[in-house]
Structure formats: structure tokens, C-alpha cells
């Protein structure tokens, strides 16, 4: 009895390690199948992931990139998405963010616009002050193109009176020898007196090329040339 009942317990074991071997069959043939899945599936994504760094070459290209990209979806996507109802939240937040960027639109367009006309405004006004200095320096020209005529003058006066005082003194040397020395002294005080102007030419130049340096107009305009400097005498 004892024996049959061994029997009995084996065969239903047998039966169990069939079923059991039929199960782990099974579970070998969906792992292999899983297993060539992924890998099939991987493959798709290595080309994918190439064929779309060929695409990112042509980013500086819009056409090329739009053709790319179309050939790309028509190889890779065999069936349409479902469309699905974009969340509320989403769609909040996407609203909210769309109204702030054209509110910061539309400030900084008008503070560039305020820019613009402030900045014209400023042009025009340094334009004016530019053309007010031009005619300032124009007039001190003019009126040190006067003075300095009046000084030439002079000079030239009393160059020649020295000139014509010189050659009568030394006409008339033989006849007083104590004439030589009020024509000496008369040559002296007229030399002085050549110098001085002179000097004073010199000085008023040289506040004028200071006050020029000073006050001198960012415009484009061409001032006219100084005159010639002093003659100097023989």
C-alpha cells in the first residue's frame, strides 16, 4: 500500500515538473522575444539618434533643416498621434506666461520709442550749442584778425620811421659827434618798442590758440585758416 501511494506521489510530481518545464519553456521563448525587442528597439534609437544629428548640422539652414526633419518624421512615425486634451494647468500657465511677454513687449517698445526721442532731442540741442560756438570763434577771429592788422601796422611804422631815422642819422654823423649817440639811443627805444609789440602779437596768439583748445565744437564744419604769422624785421 505504502508503495502504490510512492507510485502515485511520483507520478503526480512527473506531472508537476512537465507543467513547470512547459512554463519555463515559455518564459525562455518570451525573454528571448523581449530580449530581441529591445534590441531591435535600440537599434531604431541609435539610427534615429544619427539620422538626427545629421539633422542638427543643418540648424544655420531652414530649408535643408525642414527637409531633413520632414524625411525624418515620414521614416520613423508610421501611425498619427492621438491627440490628447492639453491639461488645464498647462494651459493657465502658458496664457499667464504669453500675456506677461507681451506686456514687456510693448514697455520696452515704448521705452525705446521715449529713448529715440529723447536722444534726437539731445542731437539737436548739442547741434545748436556746436553751431553757437562756431560763430563765437568766427567773431573772436575776426576781431583778432583786427587787432592783430592794427599791430602789423605799427610794426611796420615803426620800421620804417627807424629805417628813415637810421639813414638820416647816419647822413648827418659827419656833422655832430655827439649825435651818434641820441641815434643809438633813439634805435634802442624803437627796437624796445618792436618788441614789446611784438611780444604782445605773440601773447594774444597764444590766448587764442587756448581759448580754441577750450571751446573746441564737436561739428563737422571746416573753420576757416588763420591768418599769417607776423612779419619779423630785417
Known amino acids: 500500500r505504502e508503495l502504490e501511494q510512492f507510485h502515485r506521489s511520483n507520478a503526480q510530481l512527473d506531472l508537476m515538473i512537465g507543467e513547470l518545464r512547459k512554463k519555463l519553456d515559455s518564459m525562455q521563448q518570451t525573454i528571448v522575444g523581449q530580449r530581441k525587442r529591445i534590441g531591435d528597439q ?41 491627440h490628447r486634451e492639453m491639461d488645464p494647468n498647462v494651459t493657465h500657465e502658458y496664457h499667464r506666461h504669453k500675456d506677461y511677454l507681451e506686456r514687456t513687449f510693448t514697455t520696452l517698445k515704448e521705452k525705446f520709442a521715449m529713448d529715440v526721442e529723447a536722444h534726437s532731442a539731445e542731437n539737436m540741442r548739442v547741434m545748436h550749442d556746436n553751431m553757437s560756438l562756431i560763430r563765437e570763434i568766427n567773431k573772436q577771429r575776426e576781431a583778432n584778425r583786427g587787432t592783430k592788422g592794427v599791430l602789423q601796422t605799427k610794426i611796420a611804422s615803426l620800421q620804417r620811421l627807424r629805417l628813415a631815422k637810421s639813414h638820416q642819422q647816419l647822413r648827418s654823423a659827419g656833422s655832430a659827434a655827439g649825435g651818434t649817440a641820441a641815434m643809438a639811443a633813439e634805435m634802442e627805444s624803437n627796437r624796445t618798442r618792436i618788441q614789446a609789440l611784438r611780444s604782445a602779437v605773440m601773447e594774444l596768439e597764444a590766448r587764442l590758440s587756448q581759448q580754441q583748445d577750450e571751446q573746441r565744437p564737436t561739428s563737422r564744419e571746416i573753420l576757416p585758416p588763420m591768418d599769417s604769422a607776423v612779419p619779423q624785421s630785417s
Do not use: D, M, N
Open 42 to 82: 535600440e537599434s531604431v534609437v541609435s539610427r534615429f539618434k544619427s539620422e538626427l544629428h545629421e539633422c542638427v548640422q543643418f540648424i544655420q539652414e531652414p530649408e535643408r533643416l525642414r527637409s531633413c526633419v520632414a524625411h525624418l518624421h515620414k521614416q520613423h512615425v508610421h501611425r498619427e498621434v492621438p
